[in-house]
């Protein structure tokens, strides 16, 4: 068995042990090219080390856990971190170690490497699959070069792999990794060429940066970008970028730094220089007989080949296909940093601001005229916030699997979750509610009086302190919650829900700030001196986009709870017209309806159907992903409408189709959590870890199989759920 | 859900192409005891097994009806995890005779020509089990209760 080649000891012969992009490197250094020096690790290291440490089969059974078809992109996340984790903890088996060892040792005792990806097939002619896999930059020292072969090998099961599984054929029987070793070159300017241009087959073009090429690849720094004549190699235009930044190498990896006066002002490239790089592409071209995609970097004049690869007009195509949309949310840090500070600074305050402004109106004196024109204002800031929520918020909570790669990575805890808790205990707005909510059940709790009074529906007058909360919760969060078509108001149902949370022991939250400190020691204590700074920054962006996760959706729900609201405006006005059925009409309707008193709408909207399994099937078990440690057992309440959330007793099983945050004050009456939507980030999985309650989710038609009363019983550990006694068949 | 709703078609077809089963039946202590039988099933409500007389389960049977049968289509490879399906029938067993016999008869005969001369042979006893319940289990974890076809 092969475990390294010598990037110029490679035969055609070996094309599928070494992968496309190792094949290709060592092709183009046997023809003479400037290419670094490398080390391929074969495929057959990697198929023995999954051999014998046997986490194949903890492999399929992770990507095997529901039809491939059924998995959302979060549970891909999830799937992955937990096959990550795994290659983490499984150590090199003695005779793969020491083979590695012996011939990493042998060629980068010194040097600092790159570690890229290189898997068979990624870069046939037909289909490229670029970026689905992991490359690690400035690696140095044996051991940590073995771990970080270790991390591409991982990076096989990729969430983004995971995603194009279907069309890379992703089988564990057969899909393999190899790696190249690669000596870093530190170039002082670099950049990627492709000598047919994606949008002219004509062209051909360069993007250069200053610094190491990492920057341009994720998206961290702009690049000048020049667009050349493919025959010619003459420059039909340049774009230069702003050039504030630029990566380099530092420690144990790379940073971003400032650029200098001098380099910022100046292109990467002088006219020279793009003729040399464009000159190289086309040789390369020429050689593999196809247009390709060339990462390149100049360090003191020279030009140096880091990888190329053909240009495939099979790249995955956006439109009906979301996938492309998915991939853009794997973001770097600096990309991440700059996001937190336009949601911080910009949306979120603004979004405030129009949510406060909305909440001023007095829609009962607007005519109905006036009411119309409302409800179409407020369909069209929702439809606004909402694509700004897609755009923003949403990339931004990629934060928190940023900060928990770093956790893991360091630690290598058992629990590939464990990072989770350092993000608990952050100022979440749902649980800053639940805890006013709690405080006025707690004095309910301590007064027969209060509680009948509740019942009777008149509670002002006999606690001060009660009636003072009781005010703050309705001028701060408005109405108990909205769900997905309506808005619970009113005082009687927050009476209600007070009324049944006294019935309860009081909630507990699981997160205490000494436990908080104490696990972020633990972190920080891995790192030091610059790195302890990042790592740091990581941990306070994985929190901020954690709260911000929970709290974008809260003022969301005000913004969505504005339309609701008019909408329950024009409701009985509309009522009152002859043979007008208003329950259940949209706000387009309504407002239409408000401007043609003739207009009638066609039909009700149709209740939400169960589905159910058909007649003589019964769920016994469900397995989803495990998303709160412990186990629960109780009655299910299950959540068919917004209604039903009022419903829920102490000790239930809160099982439902996706938890909201305007939900979130359900929580803590749940013993358990069973929800559709999978995924660690979910906000169901986030407020069930806060109040420590055991939650499953990424269960298929939980809401639809489970019925109101069944027994159930909630595993947080494994993600099972199984119906212990529910309707006979 | 979509593995689920073609649940009960995937449990027919393994009950076509499967030929045995495990037997779980009860002695006279209540102590279990399971053995593998050929079976064929004309339908997810009925299932035919045959034993001569002189066994442990004919034994068990005699004195108590009751039995699980288990079902599966596991390879012994890695892919069972995600890939097998596992049946279990709950229900009740009776020895057929007479006319009932000789139909029994044909309809296991035509799954198990192979087996004529053994199940015609007047020592060996045939069992109809009717099935109460199905539990399925698909993908390691998930179970679904399957009432069966009347």
Known sequence: MTLTLSIDRVEPRDRGRVGDKGYALSRMARRGLPVPGALLVTVEAYRRYIDLTGIGEAIALEINRKIADEMRWEEMWDAALRIRTLFLRTPLPADIHDGLARDVEARFRDVAVVVRSSAPGEDSAKASFAGLHDSFVNVRGTESILDHIRLVWASLWSDAALLYRKELALDIATSAMAVVVQEIVAGDRSGVAFTVSPDDPSRAVIEAVHGLNQGLVDGTVEPDRWILDRRTGQVLSHRPAERQKALFASGAGVEVRPLAPGPAGMPPLTPQDVDLVFRTAMEVEKFFGSPQDMEWTIRKGELHILQARPVTAGEPAAGEDKRPWYLTLRRSFENLKALRQEVEGRWIPAMIADADALSGIDLAALSDEALAAEIDRRRSLLGKWTDIYTEYFIPLAHGIRLFGQTYNDALRPEDPYEFMDLLGGTEMISLERNRLLERMAGRVRGSPRLAEALRTGAPSGLDAAFDEDFETFSRTFGDLGCGTDRCFTGQAALAGLLLRMAEAPPAKERFDPGTIDRRRDAFLSRFTGDERKRAAEILDLGRASYRLRDNDNIHLGRIEGALLAAVAEAMPRLARRPGFAAAGISAEQAARALRDPQWRPQEGVPGKKREGLGSGLRARQLRGQPAGPGVARGPARVISNPEDLLEIRAGEILVCDAIDPNMTFAVPLAAGIVERRGGMLIHGAIIAREYGIPCVTGIPGAAELIRTGDCVSVDGWLGIVTIEAGPSL | ?150
Not at chain 2, 113 to 124: D, I, T
């Open chain 2, 1 to 150: 859900m979509e593995d689920l709703i073609t649940l009960r078609n995937r449990l027919e077809e393994m009950l076509r192409t499967q030929r045995l089963a495990v037997l779980s039946t009860a002695g006279p202590g209540g102590e279990p005891y399971s053995s593998l039988v050929s079976f064929a099933a004309p339908g997810t409500g009925r299932l035919l097994f045959a034993t001569t007389r002189a066994t442990r389960k004919y034994e068990n049977l005699r004195a108590d009806g009751r039995v699980a049968l288990l079902v599966d289509n596991r390879r012994n490879e890695e892919a069972d995890f995600h890939e097998a399906l596992a049946a279990t029938a709950l229900g009740r067993a009776v020895e057929l005779s007479g006319e009932e016999r000789e139909r029994g008869i044909d309809a296991y005969t035509f799954k198990l020509p192979f087996l004529e001369e053994f199940v015609r042979a007047p020592s060996c006893a045939l069992f109809r089990v009717g099935v109460e319940k199905w539990i399925v289990v698909t993908r390691f974890q998930n179970v679904i209760e399957v009432v069966p076809d009347s």
